[in-house]
């Protein structure tokens, strides 16, 4: 019983770049039409708390839980609901591919018992939203990378 998304982006920045436009809660909403704001030290065991756009659902405000972080590498986040009733985990993981690239790949899991309600509720808002946000990193890492050249 899961729902999972997988996106991915070859991006001509450096990784480095790239993993500070995902850290830089305070400019997601010039970049990000899914997540448009954000508060997070990043660090595991600590909150994240989003304010999330799926029209034509009014912005609402979603808290996770940070599992992971390995800077400049792998960040993932979500949610444990008592009972396994639901669960989610989110990352952001970056491969780098030269010195000026890297590979940005977005990954996002539903389990649990709701899973395939949720998923099937708003699959496609989800679905769009975490391709928005992947085109939007990209985007951003690659016009801040063109204006430091």
């Known amino acids: 019983m899961s729902f999972s998304l997988h996106f991915k982006e070859e991006i001509p920045a450096p990784r480095q770049l790239v993993w500070d436009v995902i850290?830089?809660?305070?400019?997601?909403?010039?970049?990000?039409?899914?997540?448009?704001?954000?508060?997070?030290?990043?660090?595991?065991?600590?909150?994240?708390?989003?304010?999330?756009?799926?029209?034509?659902?009014?912005?609402?405000?979603?808290?996770?839980t940070i599992f992971s972080n390995v800077s400049g590498e792998l960040m993932e986040y979500g949610i444990n609901q008592p009972f396994g009733l639901l669960s989610s985990v989110r990352q952001h993981v970056l491969t780098e591919l030269s010195a000026d690239s890297c590979r940005y790949e977005s990954f996002f899991e539903l389990r649990g018992k709701l899973a395939p309600m949720v998923g099937f509720a708003l699959g496609k808002k989800l679905e769009r939203g975490f391709a928005g946000m992947t085109q939007g990193i990209a985007r951003r890492s690659i016009e801040l990378h063109n204006s430091n050249k």
């Not at 704001?37 to 996770?64: D, H, N, W, Y």
């Open 23 to 64: 850290c830089d809660t305070e400019s997601y909403a010039l970049w990000n039409p899914f997540i448009v704001a954000c508060e997070s030290s990043f660090e595991p065991g600590t909150p994240i708390t989003m304010r999330v756009k799926m029209p034509p659902l009014p912005v609402f405000t979603q808290k996770e």
